[in-house]
């Protein structure tokens, strides 16, 4: 068995690193190397074929500058159509907004009127302190909410 050349512990075989003070154990780490399996050659420059110019394969280099150049031009089309609808979308969604915003005004207008126009409670008239609406009849609870009256 080899020992750790840092602190002189027992290494087994096998082991990269001593367990005592993990230091590499350089006679494994040689050992796995040599061991490594061998990489398969690389290709040469012989074996494969020299480039074609304009050629890819069986394309011409012409046809694929024709296709991208269609391409682009369709995409450009795609994205013009995007703008526009996103353009009429956004206008048809503040037209919305704001005939939304017009009758939450008239509401409004509405209740104000409505309440300055409005009898005044009848005497001995109860109303709810937890809705505000009027209780009729003697019940001991809001017909609406079911708050306890009194």
């Not at 995409?75 to 956004?90: E, N, T």
């Not at 008239?106 to 109303?127: H, S, V």
């Amino acid at each position: 068995m080899p020992f750790c050349t840092n602190c002189g512990s027992e290494i087994e075989d096998h082991q990269k690193f001593c367990p005592s003070c993990g230091a590499r154990n350089e006679q494994a780490s040689a050992s796995t190397e040599t061991q490594a399996e061998p990489q398969p050659p690389t290709p040469s420059e012989s074996d494969t074929p020299p480039p074609r110019k304009g050629i890819i394969g069986d394309v011409d280099m012409e046809d694929i500058e024709k296709g991208v150049e269609k391409s682009v031009e369709t995409a450009k089309k795609g994205l013009g159509a995007a703008f526009r609808l996103a353009r009429r979308g956004i206008k048809q969604g503040a037209e919305l907004a704001g005939k939304g915003i017009d009758a939450a005004k008239e509401t409004i207008e509405e209740r104000r009127e409505g309440k300055d126009e409005a009898d005044p409670p009848a005497k001995g008239q109860r109303f709810c302190p937890q809705c505000g609406q009027p209780v009729t009849g003697s019940g001991k609870f809001c017909n609406h909410c079911g708050h306890k009256l009194e």
